[in-house]
């Protein structure tokens, strides 16, 4: 494979191509799709009779600088005795992409977008998720809303779930929202919106005491390092870790109380869902073990109270690695998958998030079963009959947890072709690594100061997961996405 600088763009997309094809995947939309899209000329009307008109709240959207598929808005206000309405509105993409319709057969096949370092291979069209379904700036859009009545200790009270007009005011970038919070300069999004800087500040304090009491009950404070490639022109010069910061903090903590509350007013009216789950980890004396490691005692049985505890402390210690911990922990806690389950079910349960109440719901551009889940709460708003019957509702949510898996998969591979290319002129380097996963072949490692992954193809033996090790690049093959290392040393690194 030629590997010019000027086409590595190119070489990661041919890639991607392959990769997909060979799990299943679609690249490409359909000849049906195109034509059924030429039928879609505009947005779904807004004159609804059900649809409140919510167009004058100081909506705004939070999402990454690139972002086009605007799946949601927030809104805040205060209440009395401290407490606060939280609005999370969801785009209705339900009102455009009909469920059987040859846009929804493909979005039903990929189950995602697949978020690659060549190109984003999008779930739905993108004349709809970054158009026509999408919550953009300044232009009217139907909304599903979960309402949420916040306490001052971040406890959930009343909620409810209706349609609703609204209007994006402001559309804004989480680093720089979160520096604003921070103390740094005002974006401009926000100078430009009377009250936003205000309702902004009233939902970053709200969030915070809603992440506090997660926290307080066992959800998992994880911190993984997420690199997306650094290009100039089409040739890659970097790998950028994304890190966590408030602003994500608003929207990840309100996403998380907005499926639950979906999933609850589903049950309410008696009509089946798609839950998320993560079930209570297999390798669980593994983690005890690291634990130890590091001198904490967790029990023999699992219990998330106790892990995140153990997760507190050794951030507080070794903020710089804790990551790389966080990664361990992840790997060995086990897959989210998704399941159809009905009402009188007993929930399985988010291990991770520490709740019972889960399921996605807030990303229907870009995730099969939060469209699913927005046609079953459209059904449940209008008391109707549901629109999946549970044996339909339990082949999606195979069909769903498989291609996670492929797309996860694809978007990794392509990962470590782009990371075999940065790496291509340091064959023979030594590095140290910790090791992140256990295979019969070999282990898989990561370096500690630069984000990639590959595997331990020579003297794995008597390490596991989350021992520190030094390696040696022996080889690459970039194609593949192989990036294989030997280990120099007999002994573990000291922490």
Known sequence: MKKNENQQREILEEIANRAMLARGLLPDFSTDVVAELDKIQAPATTNIEEARDLRGLSWASIDNDDSRDLDQLTVAEAMPEGKTKVMVAIADVDALV?????????????????????RVFPMLPEKLSTNLTSLNFNEDRLAVVIEMVIGTDGSLGDSNVYRARVRNHAKLAYDSVASWLDGGAMPQGIANVSGLAENLRLQDKTAQTMKNLRQEHGALSLETIEARPVFEGDSIRDLRVEEKNRAKDIIEDFMIAANGVTIRYLSSRKIASIRRVVRVPKRWDRIVEIAAEHGFRLPGSPDSKALEGFLMKE?????????????????????????????????TGHFGLAVKDYTHSTAPNRRYPDLITQRLLKAAIAAEPMPYSKKELDNLATQCTEQEDSANKVERQVGKSAAALLLESRIGEHFDAMVTGASAKGNWVRLLN???????????????????????????????????????????ILI
Request: aromatic content about 6%.
């Open 98 to 118: 009909k469920k059987g319709s040859a846009v929804d057969e493909h979005a039903s096949v990929n189950t995602t977008s697949i978020y690659t370092a060549a």
């Open 315 to 347: 951030k507080s210690k070794d903020p710089l690695r804790f990551p790389d911990l966080s990664l361990v922990v992840i790997k060995l806690l086990g897959s989210g998958e998704y399941l159809a389950e009905l009402p009188e079910d007993a929930a």
């Open 450 to 492: 630069m984000p990639i992954e590959g595997m331990l193809k020579n003297g794995f033996e008597g390490i596991d997961v989350g021992d520190r090790i030094r390696v040696q690049l022996i080889s690459l093959d970039i194609k593949r996405g192989f990036i294989d290392f030997a280990r120099v040393d007999q002994e573990k």
